[in-house]
């Protein structure tokens, strides 16, 4: 059985976590929801969600750091810091009988590390959109892909030679969450070059995985190869929905998975 890497030191001077409950006082319910949204965005991406289910559990909306109202993290971190930093601030809720991680794209990465290093703490996965596996792209969109990752490292390269502004070729070539990353650029190709395969592997409670059919930023291949590297998985892909329609005009179906899911686990 593969054995996960060493816990990260999360020291002190990890930064706070921006938070806000909803629904249910914690000291009522037998269900707390722990929402980790998608790079870029904030708690408020899954307010609706939360205020929706608010008599049926607790809830924990929070903004991960470098995001919202967190500081940005004092380092590099890698996903395994961030799931350290949200494992500690959730411990003391442990007294809830099931907590379950909900998560969007990036916030999918951050529950997989979450569930396969602290499995006492995560009772069952609704993750949507969930990122963690690198792409398998079709072959035209490859060569696409990487004819533009070799302009721009070529073009690096050359840049003193021929007097290029080397952050106006990053602006270029980049993505659009790498052009807005800003300071956390760094943080953001960190989390790009992770493979989170053999921490799926770890995650042994029930995951409901949903894609969107028309997904081009983390289409449903990657939702199809989480499954079967989590033992407890199970696959929707909604038709028509893309990555962020499923938190817009497609919640109303994601939010009825959720609600099933909810109460089979």
């Not at 969007?104 to 949507?128: C, K, N, T």
Request: charged residues 20%.
């Amino acid at each position: 059985m593969p054995t996960p890497p060493m816990t990260p030191d999360i020291s002190m001077t990890a930064p706070a976590i921006a938070h806000e409950f909803a629904g249910l006082p914690l000291s009522d319910a037998e269900c707390l929801v722990v929402w980790g949204h998608g790079w870029g965005q904030n708690r408020q991406a899954f307010a609706p969600f939360a205020e929706t289910l608010g008599t049926q559990a607790a809830h924990i909306l929070i903004d991960f750091p470098g995001f919202g109202a967190s500081p940005p993290p004092p380092e590099t971190w890698g996903t395994a810091d961030y799931a350290e930093a949200v494992a500690e601030m959730i411990k003391p809720f442990r007294a809830v009988r099931k907590i379950i991680w909900a998560g969007h794209s990036f916030g999918g990465r951050v529950g997989i590390q979450l569930a396969s290093r602290h499995p006492e703490l995560v009772d069952a996965m609704f993750l949507v959109a969930a990122a963690g596996l690198p792409r398998k792209r079709p072959m035209p969109e490859k060569i696409k892909y990487y004819s533009k990752v070799y302009t721009f490292k070529t073009l690096k390269k050359l840049a003193p030679l021929l007097g290029l502004d080397v952050d106006k070729l990053r602006a270029k070539f980049g993505s659009a969450d790498y052009k807005s990353a800003g300071a956390m650029r760094h943080v953001f190709l960190n989390t790009i070059r992770e493979d989170l395969s053999e921490q799926a592997k770890l995650v042994k409670c029930p995951v409901q995985l949903v894609y969107g059919e028309k997904d081009t930023e983390t289409p449903p291949e990657i939702g199809r190869r989480l499954a079967k590297l989590m033992p407890k998985a199970e696959l929707s892909v909604l038709p028509s929905q893309d990555h962020y329609t499923v938190l817009g005009t497609g919640r109303h179906v994601v939010l009825k998975r959720l609600m099933d899911f909810m109460r089979q686990s």
